[in-house]
């Protein structure tokens, strides 16, 4: 899909959806769990899809329903309770039956977290993918588990207790793929963080939903500490929190324009991407923090260096930002973007040089010499949901139209974006 934006600047409030990243723990932990669970969560997306089916082809029932999904967790040597005693609607929960392939779609999140949970379940499963996912790095760890076959990856050992070592440089799914079933199993285990963890908040979310399960797991900043034979006891319902990296896209729009309201957020969350009010407020914006509201609008925005060790994901928009900020930015310490739905610095630079800014790679990051005003101009989203709509907050202050193709890659994480575009006054025209 291709789209136009005609530049105008963004008012009024928005709910931002629930965390993609919450949901995607909440679902493997009840699917983990002794019990149903009912998830309380706000739309859907392709990477949640993507986490659902692979999880009811381990044998999972997971029924969605408008406002959530319940999930009838696997069953591992008893017998699941009836389904239509635990559907939220009225209706019985239809079992999925078990399936040897389990298809990821574009998310590393669903792949990285369920090659250690298949393994510990037994072996036999196959993941596929689609896009650039199978061909993203994996771990030794992870290596061990699997055979490759034609662009597939084949569970050929099962996953089992002990000590395992990762470095803290890889993706931080790495290691919550391991939290989730390591303490499952029989026998004690503990992963040693070889350098410093990052993107640690992510890490920080998975220990968050697992202990709501009842499962505890301790670490001490070098090392975790797994006891084995645990069980997840399923909190019988639970609310996704606010999705702070979809409501960075707001907040910077709003940082950019008059003023913007975004509402539904945990200002006590562990997402690392509440981070953005910090590089807002330092970068000028003006902000206001309520419980109930986030109120955000624009100041004299100056550059500043960022450490993007904690905060990957915020880097687009950031960027996007800066790109009309006084002075210089420099972004470090973001060498692991390259390994995302694309190289994310050099997809950022294209989509923002495309539109007249002053930007340039780093090794490991980006740098930036903000402009009066982008020009507009036409990009491609190369199929990455986060620079498409970070091409939406760059045309808010852009002298001419933008044209985005491949704006639907929104639908991985974020499928009414252009129509809460829209609602915030944004001018979209789909191009035929």
């Excluded at 808010?396 to 890659?409: D, F, L, R, W």
């Amino acid at each position: 899909m291709t789209i136009t934006l005609t530049p105008t600047p963004l008012s009024g409030s928005v709910t931002v959806l629930s965390s993609k990243s919450h949901v995607h723990r909440l679902l493997i932990c009840a699917a983990l769990a002794d019990k149903p669970t009912t998830i309380r969560f706000d739309n859907t997306s392709e990477d949640i899809e993507a986490t659902t089916a692979c999880l009811r082809a381990l044998g999972a029932q997971i029924d969605v329903f408008d406002g959530g999904a319940t999930v009838v967790p696997i069953c591992r040597g008893g017998v699941n309770p009836p389904a239509e005693q635990i559907s939220p609607n009225g209706g019985r929960v239809d079992p999925a039956p078990t399936s040897e392939v389990l298809d990821c779609g574009e998310s590393g999140s669903t792949l990285r977290f369920l090659i250690p949970v298949a393994a510990g379940l037994g072996v036999g499963n196959v993941f596929v993918g689609r896009g650039k996912l199978m061909e993203r790095p994996t771990t030794p760890i992870y290596d061990a588990l699997i055979t490759r076959e034609s662009g597939t990856f084949r569970i050929t050992k099962p996953l089992v207790s002990g000590n395992y070592r990762l470095g803290g440089d890889i993706s931080s799914q790495f290691f919550s793929g391991l939290l989730f079933i390591l303490p499952t199993l029989e026998g004690d285990s503990e992963i040693i963080v070889e350098g410093k963890l990052e993107s640690l908040p992510y890490v920080d979310l998975t220990l968050d939903c697992i202990r709501m399960f009842g499962v505890k797991i301790d670490f001490d900043g070098t090392k975790f500490t797994i006891r084995g034979g645990q069980k997840y006891i399923s909190p019988g319902e639970i609310i996704a929190e606010g999705d702070w990296s979809n409501a960075a896209f707001w907040l910077c729009a709003g940082a950019l324009s008059e003023k913007l309201t975004i509402l539904g957020m945990n200002l006590k969350s562990v997402q690392g991407d509440m981070g953005i009010l910090d590089i807002l407020q330092r970068m000028g914006a003006n902000i206001a923090v309520s419980p109930q509201e986030i109120v955000v609008s624009g100041g004299d925005l100056r550059g500043i260096e960022v450490d993007a060790t904690d905060i990957p994901d915020l880097i687009p928009v950031v960027s996007t930002t800066a790109s009309v900020a006084r002075g210089r930015t420099i972004i470090r310490n973001a060498g692991r973007l390259r390994f995302k739905e694309s190289d994310r610095l050099q997809t950022t630079c294209a989509m923002l040089t495309a539109m007249g800014a002053k930007i340039q790679e780093t090794e490991d990051g980006l740098i930036i010499d903000g402009v009066e005003r982008l020009t507009g101009g036409e990009t491609d989203s190369y199929m990455d949901h986060r620079i498409a709509m970070s091409a939406a907050v760059a045309a808010t202050v852009s002298t001419g139209e933008v044209k985005i193709t491949g704006a639907n890659a929104v639908r991985k994480s974020y499928p009414t974006f252009w129509e809460e575009y829209g609602k915030l006054g944004g001018q979209v025209t789909v191009n035929k």
